[in-house]
């Protein structure tokens, strides 16, 4: 095998998000907001387009609270219920995470065989609090951490740093998206596409 390492993308390849409009509409019904499901996700997909683009920014304990914060007021906002106390709603604890199908058993197969892992995402420093949700105890490296989102290839260096890995050829990225296979391949990695569990298959055959 001439593979050290594979690095994972997160949301799309390792992770999924369940349906939040159940709970985000819940919790706004608590507190008196009626609404719609469309309502409600359509004020998720407002907050979706402010986070994506600022994921990198939740840095330290106080950044992540800032942002999280301006987050949940993005959500309000975008649903009409801007009155609502913003320190109060339950934003982020709506959201949950769950495993790709076959994600956790490829994670165990690439570790048995000797490879090195390491979960690499455009998030904030909060990724690993959801994996660990899940039961995963990977390395993570984050574009928060690493001050820069992919396709930069930063993040990467910073993982095969974090991994010992000095030559990123013998270092596999899977990814769902453009930004993944750039960001690897102008770090010198090489990319195998999700879904995870195939890919895996293909870097151990």
């Not at 596999?172 to 993944?180: N, Q, R, T």
């Amino acid at each position: 095998m001439d593979v050290d390492a594979v690095t994972i993308d997160a949301y799309g390849t390792l992770v999924s998000l369940r349906d939040p409009v159940p709970a985000l509409r819940a919790a706004l019904t608590a507190r008196g907001h009626e609404t719609t499901d469309d309502a409600v996700r359509g004020a998720f997909a407002a907050e979706v387009a402010y986070y994506v683009p600022r994921s990198h920014e939740g840095r330290d304990a106080a950044t992540l609270a800032a942002l999280r914060r301006a987050c949940t007021q993005v959500f309000l906002d975008a649903a009409g219920a801007d009155a609502l106390d913003v320190d109060e709603f339950p934003f982020v604890a709506s959201l949950a995470f769950e495993l790709v199908p076959g994600g956790r058993a490829a994670c165990d197969d690439l570790s048995r065989a000797g490879l090195r892992l390491c979960v690499v995402s455009n998030w904030d420093i909060g990724l690993s609090e959801h994996l660990q949700r899940l039961g995963l105890d990977l390395p993570v490296v984050t574009s928060a951490e690493a001050g820069a989102a992919k396709p930069d290839p930063a993040v990467f260096a910073l993982a095969l740093q974090r991994l010992g890995v000095a030559d990123p050829a013998r270092a596999v990225h899977v990814g769902d998206d453009s930004a993944d296979e750039a960001g690897a391949r102008a770090a010198g990695l090489r990319f195998e596409a999700a879904p995870l569990a195939e890919a895996a298959q293909r870097i151990l055959a």
